[in-house]
């Protein structure tokens, strides 16, 4: 049996997310998404763009958003699908086009790609939506978590 492991132990780096979210009937499915703004720019935590994402992200009915985190240099957002045949890849693509494009300011762009994490249970919803809210008090923004005004539930995801 031949190990995966590269022969000096250490774990592969990866440079691009691997992305491929198997939507199943016999189970829930809740996706941890994270979106960085192009080279990290910190432009993102305006009330101007929270509504523009809720707004955006209302209309794009193929994914339904519960929870999302808004920092000023890249989004947290759980997202469950509506149409389980729109792939979340092309949900993600649209949803920062159609921001771009409402937005207007030329440069506030977005990286290329964004990282997702298919979560395994209810148990790991709560607890990665408790991580992703203590986020501004991590970096310094509030004190508590609850104090800092980008953040929200758009849908209820049941488990």
Known sequence: ??????????????????HGV??????????FVTVCTKNRQPWLDTHENHELLRSVWSAATAWRVGYYMLMPDHLHLFAAPDLPELPLRNWVKYCKSQFTKAHGVKNHRWQDDYWDRRLRSGESYNAKWEYVAANP????LVARAEDWPFQGTLFELEW
């Open 137 to 140: 008090v991590r970096h310094g």
């Open 1 to 18: 049996m031949r190990s995966h492991k590269p022969a000096n132990d250490s774990q592969p780096s990866r440079r691009r997310p691997v």
């Open 22 to 31: 198997i939507v199943r009937s016999t189970r829930p499915t809740i996706v």
